[in-house]
């Protein structure tokens, strides 16, 4: 089965420049989050969604965040502009909508993000 | 509001040592409980879980046990190889969608 899809693997742009990241979830799972990790704050969960509806967007950094899931198999994430402290790893994950209520979420390989 | 304590790496090994890798935590009611490994370059990966109270996760010989009386759950391994090596996350889930993860352990594993 294939995981959680994420694209690119690597972004490398200039402050400034719109960043859009791309996640394809699981298929079957209803819930997707977005996360950011970097050494100085460890992992941070930005957004997530509940069968394509934004539930918590109360860690998104700020306005220049946004986040958008038009279907069950797409989510995007988009910074704009972007500036050097948001060069981070930023993780997409997955849950399926029924685990026995473990709520285990699967995560993608990541897009590590380098602005200069 | 929830939280895991985890404790602070990096924990280096021998091969072959024993592994305890200390995780409590505060929640109100009954969280599940997780250990994700994260491999250098890779997402995190579901390594083990708990449910309930006394439940014993395991996979790969790594185990941890949901003690609700301490609230804690550390993880074990009774002989650890190189390929070990890795970031290990605590996580918690009190109830909706969202995980609350510890800080992170990172486990260097010697020959």
């Known amino acids: 089965d294939a995981g959680v899809i994420q694209s690119p693997r690597h972004e490398v742009t200039e402050m400034g420049q719109e960043v859009t990241l791309r996640c394809k979830p699981i298929s079957g799972h209803n819930s997707l989050f977005w996360y950011r990790q970097t050494m100085m704050r460890g992992l941070e969960l930005l957004i997530y969604?509940?069968?394509?509806?934004?539930?918590?967007d109360s860690g998104m950094p700020e306005d220049r965040f946004s986040a958008k899931m038009p279907n069950a198999s797409f989510s995007t994430l988009k910074i704009q502009p972007s500036e050097p402290r948001d060069s981070a790893v930023y993780f997409c994950?997955?849950?399926?909508?029924?685990?026995?209520?473990?709520?285990?979420?699967?995560f993608g390989p990541g897009t590590r993000l380098t602005v200069t | 509001g929830n939280s895991v304590t985890q404790m602070e790496g990096p924990v280096t090994l021998s091969e072959e040592a024993f592994l305890t890798i200390n995780c409590t935590y505060t929640a109100t009611g009954y969280p599940s409980l997780f250990w994700y490994v994260q491999y250098p370059g890779e997402g995190l990966q579901l390594l083990l879980k708990a449910t309930k109270a006394d439940d014993k996760g395991s996979n790969k010989g790594f185990e941890a046990t949901y003690r609700k009386e301490t609230t804690s759950f550390h993880l074990e391994k009774g002989s650890v190889q190189v390929s070990d090596s890795a970031v290990y996350f605590c996580?918690?889930?009190?109830?909706?969608?969202?995980?609350?993860f510890g800080t992170g352990t990172q486990l260097k594993v010697e020959l």
């Open positions: 996580a918690l889930a009190g109830g909706g969608n969202k995980l609350t």
């Open positions: 994950a997955s849950r399926p909508a029924t685990s026995g209520g473990a709520y285990e979420q699967y």
């Open positions: 969604f509940n069968n394509n509806v934004p539930i918590d």
